[in-house]
């Protein structure tokens, strides 16, 4: 078994979580969707088989988890690979771009694109709901603390 400890984790740039999520899933297998804001889908999937699609997963997040780290759990949650274990997600599911003004005294965030999850889910503002609830609150060296008794 495995288990990955995103709580609190901000999740950095897209494609290191879906590079990190592909390593763990067969081919074929839809890892997210960026929808732009005019509305065009890039989908993103798996290409070949990853280097271990046979482990048991376990992803330990909380409400500070978000965007890549959001991307990397429901990846591997819906394609039925983790089971994500401790409290609902914080929800950053849209793709932004600073925007310099024209006088060079600052920036406007733009949104520019969002993420759905491989079977469509928009996250943004509800997060990824877990498999199994639990308190989030043990140390960071020691994640399997979280884990109901029952799970691992």
């Known amino acids: 078994e495995v288990v990955f400890d ?9 494609p290191g979580g879906v590079e990190t999520a592909s390593l763990f899933l ?5 890892v997210v969707y960026i929808v732009s804001n005019k509305g065009v889908v890039d989908a993103q999937e798996t290409f070949q088989n990853g280097m271990d ?5 376990f992803i330990l997040v909380d409400h500070n988890t ?34 310099e003004l024209s006088d060079g005294n600052g920036g406007v965030s733009v949104t520019v694109a969002r ?16 498999n199994t609830e639990s308190n989030v ?12 008794s029952k799970l691992l």
């Open 6 to 14: 995103l709580r609190s984790n901000p999740g950095g740039l897209l």
């Open 26 to 30: 067969e081919a074929n297998k839809p």
């Open 53 to 57: 699609t046979e482990t048991p997963l």
């Open 66 to 99: 978000a965007s890549a780290a959001e991307v990397f759990t429901a990846a591997l949650k819906e394609n039925s690979r983790a089971t994500v274990v401790g409290e609902q997600t914080y929800g950053k599911g849209i793709i932004q771009t600073i925007r």
């Open 115 to 130: 993420y759905e999850t491989p079977q469509r889910n928009d996250i943004n503002k509800s997060g990824i709901a877990v």
């Open 137 to 148: 609150e043990c140390a960071k060296d020691d994640a399997l603390a979280c884990f109901p």
